[in-house]
């Protein structure tokens, strides 16, 4: 199952982030739940769990939808949502340790640390550029942030989503064409702090990083593109972001 922004359950999720910082808890609660009533099948029971819990004043209601989040997440076999499982295990342990279970808060603790396992995606891996690059070519850490001109980055970044590298490239400097590559990593990699639980559980958009080079091994040509309203859209909230990039 592939993260979807159109998918009307993640949009409602994010009609109540919006309104978080915006002192509005009572709207943010409704949109949030309305998004759990509307859910129809794991995925979405997941994700909606994860939100009415995260906007939950007492303890007991929280941890009760933090277990119903985990419980959905369990039943499906994605790689984007067993990313979660590190935070939505500490969040429960965190739970019975202020409930004064610590025996419950113990075994959570211990699944948290579990189920930080090595990544297991396999691909295929994108990368989304202005550059016009060729089948053998490395990419390389060092280069300047496309979004914080003044930070030099010591990772290089993908996805294993086309799109979202479809979505990089048009937000990419420079005045070549847009480029998606095939990459193939040539080292090690990790799960995209920058994303993985920001703002949804897990690292939905696949997106990772290495400090090895990503060797390019094609090229693709079909994805969705965004419309010039969605890139200055995208554009927009990037320059509005404040968030610090974790390098």
Known sequence: MEFDPRNNVVKLCVQGLDLEGKGKPEEV???????????????EKFTAAHFVARNQKEVHEKLKWLETSLKHALKINNISVKAAFPALYLNIARCYEELGEPDKAKKNHELAISSIDNISDIGPFYHGTRADLKVGDLLT???????????????IYFTALVNNAGLAASLAKGD????????????SFENDPNVTDKKFPGNPTRSYRSTAPLKIIGEVTDWVRQTPE???????????????IIN
């Open 176 to 187: 070549g064409m847009e480029r998606v590559y095939i990459i193939e990593p040539t080292g």
């Open 141 to 155: 850490t060092g280069v300047l942030s496309n979004y914080k001109s003044e930070i030099t980055m010591n990772h």
């Open 230 to 244: 969605d890139i200055k859209k995208w554009r927009e909230k990037l320059a509005n972001n404040k968030g610090e």
């Open 29 to 43: 609660n409704k949109l949030f739940l309305q998004a759990w009533n509307e859910a129809t099948n794991d995925f």
